[in-house]
């Protein structure tokens, strides 16, 4: 790094910095850099002063801005290296734009949300501005080679959100280093990239936080963490968010020492030039070489705007407060310095404020008409049909008003134009005029055009999506020998980590002995305690752990012990992991499967089938939950030929069922979003999925000894569910349908109903009503009783396709009870 080299050797009076051995570089080399990272601090805050405005005036919804955090995030630029990564938050545009990520103009674009890309790069204005990253994938879907660049995993909300994925960017490091076998050719220079995190003093109240650096300290991975501190939590101050008021302090037990390994801490004012520069050299040095986690405190920030511009901090912090803040602005004490050390003079550092103020305020202005343009044009076509369709209609004064108030709106939104144009076609109702056909058309292309700008990439559209991947049934040999499923997960499992070298499972008892089921037993002796690893018990950091490492093109599957307690992780699964393809519009995968196992095992805890909650929070992961542990095998081998991430739920009671041996362990694919028709019958469809499915097709068997033929259909995918719309081919057959499962009343069986009953248009084909078998409201109790009377059970779910036979023939099926 010239420019600390230039602090050792040439800067008096530097606090403490170890002289390294350099070349000397000249004074103009050094003012450059100076003067280049003063530039870039002067534009980012110009931008956040500027972008305040355009808030308050009204052409941006929200403003959250990175004033007055400027300084340290030069310092992590000049440290940051191609193939590194950052995991940050919303206070980062400084950083972005001193590694020329991110231009005023894609900042302003960021603040009006401009759906172009091209234009608003960080989400399309998906995102609120200050959510930042970059572009890991080609159009196509496929990895660029992240070495080469410099990269930052897309930004979300949830304050400390950011962390536990930022463990996993570390730890790919760490596996790329010491797994010889993997294939890094995209994704690592020998582990020597350093995974950097940021967060806001408040924001380490979280427990994300404190789960990150302990497990950070176990692993020894090479991530820096920098706590931007500048005492505040929107309103609240640091008395109600930190014991002792001071975050490196109470971290301190966390410090290495001779005997321990442990964190680095490094504490800096954050105002403080020369300090930064050194602590951030020092940091990546530490971390990068040894792979040992480094903590950077910085103090003394300040917030000159206030938090957001949703508020004035006037309101919270007193006069000496606000004063305190403008002396210590970060900026003006860089400023200070530069003239102080005789760098540069007054005039030559206001001629470049000037000029920077201009490129400023022009980018500003090109953002907001470049937001504009399209719109603009489009009003003009569509005034113009709005205006032939009035001249030719009945409702003419009406439809003139609508277009006088569109011609109104000088700076159009596509709301604007969507609203004027389909509230102008109930005036046409009934006419049939060329006019009005045109109309029509206008508005079915924009919308055609315009809707996927706000709803594509929930999936992937490319051709390796998962629900493309071909099925390719199990093989038996004529006497294949009945196994109990966990041997079959367990081999197949051997032939995954054998075909796919960038694979590697972990998670609480996943490692020495192979889970609490022994799916993967003695593939850790196999592979390695990398591949198949122990985890300590920290469900939301090994989500964590399996998103990160996804990002730099591992294939983590990251175990959940239980269904039951992946509620702790699942922060990170709905805000983090499930929203990634969709909030970066394609530019950044995870394909990371969450493996886990639940369903009518005993107790409130150990029997969990909460699949409602999951299905609606977990939209843009699949969720699957395969009956048996071939369909489960199946599942695994379908995902890792995908790139998708998912959820695959194995059956708690099924492990030591038996079940044939499949042939072509590791090749055989279990289809996503196909159902399963496991007994065909003509008097009612049952669809059920998961451990209940086994007591449906029992009692369909004890139906036939009472005359009804059940036809029994597996959903075993419920996202997404029935894409080739089977179910309603049974319903044309059978003409009533009955949902059963284990969830709660109103859960998934009720979202299934919703699929076939509305989607597949199901309710053509019915003639009993419709109906769902759930479990009772509440989790189910401990013990067989608690199960048979907390769940729908063979007797229940008798009765109730009994009851629905009885209404519809009283004379043949006489009431039961
Ligand atoms: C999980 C979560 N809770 C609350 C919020 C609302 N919120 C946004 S920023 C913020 C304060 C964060 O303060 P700090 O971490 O110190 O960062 P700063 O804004 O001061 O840089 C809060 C409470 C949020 N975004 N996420
Ligand atoms: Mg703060």
């Not at 890309?117 to 879907?141: A, C, I, V």
């Not at 499915?693 to 059940?710: F, M, P």
């Not at 009772?776 to 109790?781: F, G, P, Y």
Request: net charge negative; proline share 3%.
């Amino acid at each position: 790094m010239l420019l600390f080299k230039y602090f050792c050797d040439n800067t008096k009076n530097l606090m403490n910095i170890s002289s390294k051995t350099s070349n000397d570089i000249s004074f103009e080399d050094f003012k450059k850099q100076i003067l280049q990272d003063y530039e870039i601090a002067f534009i980012s805050r110009a931008c956040s002063l500027l972008g305040r405005k355009e808030v308050l005036t009204g052409k941006a919804k929200f403003g959250i801005f990175g004033d007055g955090k400027e300084l340290p995030q030069l310092a992590m630029a000049r440290a940051f290296k191609n193939g590194d990564f950052r995991s940050g938050y919303y206070r980062d545009q400084t950083f972005m734009m001193a590694l020329g990520l991110l231009k005023p103009k894609d900042f302003f674009h960021g603040l009006y949300a401009t759906t172009d890309m091209k234009k608003e790069p960080m989400s399309g204005g998906r995102q609120m501005g200050g959510h930042f990253l970059t572009y890991s994938l080609n159009e196509d879907g496929t990895w660029k080679d992240l070495t080469q660049q410099k990269n930052s995993s897309s930004d979300i909300s949830c304050t400390a959100g950011q962390m536990p994925r930022l463990l996993g960017l570390a730890q790919a490091s760490k596996v790329y280093r010491h797994e010889k076998g993997m294939n890094s050719t995209k994704f690592s220079d020998k582990g020597n990239e350093v995974a950097w995190g940021t967060i806001g003093n408040a924001s380490t109240s979280e427990g994300m936080f404190w789960e990150t650096i302990n497990a950070g300290g176990v692993l020894q991975v090479p991530m820096v963490v920098s706590i931007w501190d500048d005492e505040y939590g929107i309103s609240v101050p640091a008395k109600h968010h930190t014991t002792k008021e001071d975050i490196s302090k109470i971290l301190s037990g966390f410090q290495r020492d001779e005997e321990h390994e442990g964190y680095e801490i490094l504490k800096v004012q954050g105002w403080d030039y020369t300090a930064l520069m050194h602590a951030y050299e020092n940091a990546s040095d530490i971390a990068r070489q040894e792979h040992v986690p480094v903590i950077i405190h910085v103090t003394e920030l300040t917030q000159p705007q206030g938090h957001s511009t949703s508020g004035s901090h006037e309101r919270y912090k007193d006069d000496k407060r606000l004063e305190w803040e403008r002396d210590n602005d970060c900026n003006k004490r860089f400023k200070e310095w530069i003239l102080e050390s005789g760098i540069a003079t007054d005039t030559e550092l206001e001629q470049l404020e000037k000029q920077v103020k201009r490129d400023v305020r022009e980018a500003k202005k090109q953002a907001w008409s470049e937001f504009l343009e399209e719109n603009i044009t489009a009003k003009k076509t569509l005034v113009k049909l709005m205006d032939s369709a009035a001249e030719t209609s009945s409702n003419r004064n009406f439809l003139k008003k609508l277009k006088n108030d569109l011609i109104a709106i000088e700076e159009p939104i596509l709301k604007d134009l969507a609203v004027a144009s389909r509230k102008s076609l109930r005036y046409l109702l009934g006419e049939s005029t060329p006019e009005r056909q045109s109309l029509v058309n206008w508005v079915s292309s924009f919308l055609t055009k315009t809707q996927p700008d706000f709803s594509s990439y929930l999936y992937s559209p490319n051709d390796n999506r998962a629900t493309n991947i071909k099925a390719i049934a199990p093989t038996y040999d004529p006497n294949a020998e009945k196994v109990d499923g966990r041997v079959i997960l367990r081999d197949n499992f051997d032939k995954l980590f054998d075909n796919y070298p960038n694979a590697l499972i972990f998670g609480e008892d996943t490692g020495a002995i192979g889970d609490v089921n022994q799916g993967l037993e003695g593939l850790q002796e196999k592979y390695g305690s990398t591949r198949i690893a122990d985890t300590g018990i920290r469900e939301t950091t090994i989500i964590g752990q399996g998103i990160g490492m996804a990002l730099r093109g591992l294939r983590p599957i990251a175990e959940i012990q239980y269904l039951d307690y992946i509620f702790y992780a699942m922060s990170s699964l709905t805000d983090d992991l499930s929203t990634l393809l969709y909030r970066t519009k394609g530019k950044q995968k995870a394909p990371l499967i969450v493996r886990t196992r639940g369903h009518r095992l005993e107790g409130i805890w150990h029997s969990g089938s909460e699949m409602g909650g999951l299905i609606h929070l977990l939209r843009g992961m699949y969720i699957l939950a395969p009956r048996n542990m071939t369909q489960a095998a199946g599942f695994y081998n379908t995902l890792m030929k995908s790139d998708e991430p998912a959820l695959v739920i194995e059956s708690l009671n099924g492990y030591r069922l038996k079940e044939p041996k499949p042939t072509n362990l590791g090749a055989f694919c279990t289809p996503i979003g196909v159902v399963e028709t496991m007994k065909e019958g003509t008097d009612i469809t049952l669809v059920s999925y998961g451990s209940t499915l086994r007591i449906v097709e029992q009692v369909a068997r004890e139906l036939i000894e009472v005359g009804i033929d059940a036809e029994v259909i597996d959903a075993q995918t419920l996202l997404p569910f029935d894409v080739k719309h089977d179910v309603v081919e049974s319903l044309k057959k059978t003409n009533r349908l009955l949902v059963i499962d284990e969830d709660v009343p109103g859960g998934c069986s009720a979202y299934i109903l919703n699929e076939i009953v509305e989607k597949q248009q199901g309710y053509r084909y019915l003639d009993s009503a419709p109906q769902t078998l759930t479990a009772k409201a509440h989790r189910a109790a401990y013990g067989t009783d608690g199960d048979y009377f907390s769940k729908p059970n063979a007797e229940d779910i008798f009765e109730k396709i009994y009851s629905i036979m009885h209404e519809v023939n009283p004379q043949d099926y006489p009431k039961l009870r």
